[in-house]
C-alpha cells in the first residue's frame, strides 16, 4: 500500500488490512464532502440498525464541528448525532480526487462551510465563499479505499453521494472500474457553475457516469443515478438524498 494512503486510512484497518467493518453492519454508504453537519450521514443512519458510513471531509473545522456537536449551536435542520462518531460512522480526513496520492491547497471557507474546496473561488464569487483559512490536506483516490474495501463482507455500496465543490468528476474518475461494478446508488454535484478556479464540463460527467452503466433518476446542479447491474436489488434499499 501506498505510504500517504496507508496513514490516511490506518485507523481504519483491521489486523488484514482491510477497512473494518462494525460488528452487525450488513450495509455500507459513503458520503463524501460532509460540511459542518453530515446530513446525509444521520439521515441514513436514522432509521437503521445494520448500516455503516464512511465519511469524508478534508476541512478539519468541519470535522471538529462533526464531533463537538451539541443542540445549541444547532444551524442546520439535520445534523449527525456525535455519539455515531467511530460507532457506525466514520470519518476519514482526507481529500478525494483521481491521480496519485499527493498533498494539496484545500480552501476552508466561512459562512457555509459546505462550499470549502480543493479549488480556490473565482473573484466574482469571493464575497459569497469567504475563505477562512487554506490548509494542506492528504489526497487518495476511492480506488484506493475500495481495494482494501472487504467486498467478502459487504458485497456492494448502497450509496455514494458526492458534494465535493467542483471535484466531483475528478473523485468519481478515481473510482476507477469500482464505479461500474460495485455502486448502486450515485448521488453528484454535476457542476458548480464555475464558481472555482477549475474547469467544469458537466455535459461530459453526465456522459462519464451513463457510460458506467448508469441509469438517470434526476437532474440539475445536483444529479442522481442507479446502476443498472443492480436494477433487481434497488428497490429493496433505502434510497435517501437531500437534493439542495
Given at each position: 500500500?501506498?505510504?500517504?494512503?496507508?496513514?490516511?486510512?490506518?485507523?481504519?484497518?483491521?489486523?488484514?488490512?482491510?477497512?473494518?467493518?462494525?460488528?452487525?453492519?450488513?450495509?455500507?454508504?459513503?458520503?463524501?464532502?460532509?460540511?459542518?453537519?453530515?446530513?446525509?450521514?444521520?439521515?441514513?443512519?436514522?432509521?437503521?440498525?445494520?448500516?455503516?458510513?464512511?465519511?469524508?471531509?478534508?476541512?478539519?473545522?468541519?470535522?471538529?464541528?462533526?464531533?463537538?456537536?451539541?443542540?445549541?449551536?444547532?444551524?442546520?435542520?439535520?445534523?449527525?448525532?456525535?455519539?455515531?462518531?467511530?460507532?457506525?460512522?466514520?470519518?476519514?480526513?482526507?481529500?478525494?480526487?483521481?491521480?496519485?496520492?499527493?498533498?494539496?491547497?484545500?480552501?476552508c471557507t466561512e459562512g457555509d462551510p459546505g462550499t470549502s474546496s480543493m479549488f480556490e473561488p473565482i473573484r466574482q464569487y469571493e464575497k459569497v465563499f469567504e475563505v477562512?483559512d487554506v490548509v494542506d490536506v492528504p489526497v487518495i483516490t476511492l480506488k484506493h479505499f475500495f481495494d482494501v474495501f472487504p467486498w467478502d463482507r459487504v458485497p456492494y455500496?448502497?450509496?455514494?453521494?458526492?458534494?465535493?465543490?467542483?471535484?466531483?468528476?475528478?473523485?468519481?474518475?478515481?473510482?476507477?472500474?469500482?464505479?461500474?461494478?460495485?455502486?448502486?446508488?450515485?448521488?453528484?454535484?454535476?457542476?458548480?457553475?464555475?464558481?472555482?478556479?477549475?474547469?467544469?464540463?458537466?455535459?461530459?460527467?453526465?456522459?462519464?457516469?451513463?457510460?458506467?452503466?448508469?441509469?438517470?433518476?434526476?437532474?440539475?446542479?445536483?444529479?442522481?443515478?442507479?446502476?443498472?447491474?443492480?436494477?433487481?436489488?434497488?428497490?429493496?434499499?433505502?434510497?435517501?438524498?437531500?437534493?439542495?
Open positions: 500500500m501506498n505510504r500517504k494512503v496507508k496513514k490516511v486510512l490506518k485507523n481504519y484497518l483491521d489486523s488484514d488490512g482491510k477497512i473494518k467493518i462494525p460488528e452487525g453492519c450488513k450495509k455500507v454508504k459513503l458520503d463524501v464532502g460532509l460540511s459542518c453537519n453530515a446530513p446525509h450521514s444521520e439521515l441514513w443512519l436514522r432509521d437503521s440498525d445494520d448500516t455503516c458510513v464512511y465519511g469524508f471531509e478534508p476541512n478539519p473545522y468541519n470535522v471538529e464541528d462533526i464531533k463537538n456537536f451539541t443542540p445549541d449551536k444547532k444551524i442546520w435542520d439535520i445534523h449527525l448525532n456525535p455519539e455515531r462518531v467511530d460507532n457506525n460512522f466514520f470519518i476519514i480526513e482526507a481529500a478525494l480526487s483521481d491521480g496519485e496520492p499527493r498533498d494539496t491547497k484545500f480552501y477562512r455500496i448502497e450509496q455514494l453521494k458526492i458534494d465535493a465543490q467542483s471535484a466531483d468528476f475528478d473523485i468519481i474518475r478515481g473510482c476507477g472500474d469500482y464505479l461500474s461494478e460495485k455502486i448502486v446508488y450515485l448521488d453528484v454535484e454535476i457542476t458548480t457553475s464555475n464558481c472555482y478556479k477549475h474547469f467544469e464540463n458537466p455535459q461530459e460527467f453526465h456522459n462519464y457516469i451513463l457510460n458506467s452503466g448508469f441509469e438517470v433518476i434526476s437532474t440539475g446542479g445536483n444529479c442522481s443515478y442507479y446502476n443498472r447491474k443492480f436494477s433487481n436489488i434497488k428497490d429493496n434499499i433505502n434510497y435517501q438524498f437531500l437534493n439542495y
